[in-house]
């Protein structure tokens, strides 16, 4: 009987973790996704940092958390190896699968957007969005993990939102992903 009655705890446990984990974000940590060490760091000139950036992979979607691994780690060695940077690019990527996959993380300036980096997170949505938007919980992970890091100081509370395409001529982010960002709370149609 003891067992039974811990057996249905755990089932409802587990039940109740993975509403929760619906409703906000799970974070797949580097080493989850065996990112190389990069080859140096720097610190965000402002913390909490005042923009969000918002980016495209410009690569097939990826619906798996296999998958979005795999595709994570490509991003990496390219930006590594072929544009001979310290790391990958972002601080976040998000994919099809509704996590959140740390880059840089937090506090460490981006390669991104020069004329933001010291002072944003860049966070990278999985896909190509020119024509098609990304799938709602992709969407809904974007949304909950911007206002986690505003909840946490790691964003600031008056950031402004912007799309990758107002700091740099680029298609980036997309025009379906670019005007979803627009509807935001936080998007800003002239950010500083």
Not at 58 to 73: I, L, W, Y
Not at 137 to 164: C, P, R, T, W
Request: charged share 20%.
């Amino acid at each position: 009987m003891l067992f039974k009655s811990l057996l249905i705890f755990v089932v409802l446990g587990v039940c109740c973790l993975t509403q929760t984990k619906a409703v906000r974000y799970t974070v797949i940590w580097r080493e989850n996704w065996d990112a190389r060490w990069p080859k140096k760091t720097q610190n965000l000139d402002e913390n909490p940092p005042p923009f969000v950036v918002i980016h495209h992979s410009e690569t097939p979607e990826c619906n798996s958390t296999f998958a979005c691994k795999k595709r994570v780690k490509n991003i990496q060695e390219y930006h590594m190896d072929t544009k001979g940077w310290d790391d990958i690019g972002y601080n976040f990527l998000i994919g099809g699968d509704g996590f959140v996959y740390e880059g840089r993380s937090w506090r460490i300036r981006g390669a991104h957007l020069p004329k933001y980096n010291g002072r944003s997170i860049g966070i990278c949505m999985i896909g190509s969005f020119q024509n098609v938007t990304p799938p709602n919980l992709q969407m809904d992970a974007l949304k909950n993990f911007i206002q986690a890091g505003v909840e946490h100081n790691l964003i600031s509370l008056n950031y402004e939102l912007i799309g990758h395409r107002q700091g740099k001529a680029t298609d980036c982010p997309g025009d379906a992903l670019f005007n979803l960002i627009k509807e935001m709370p936080r998007w800003s149609s002239n950010p500083k």
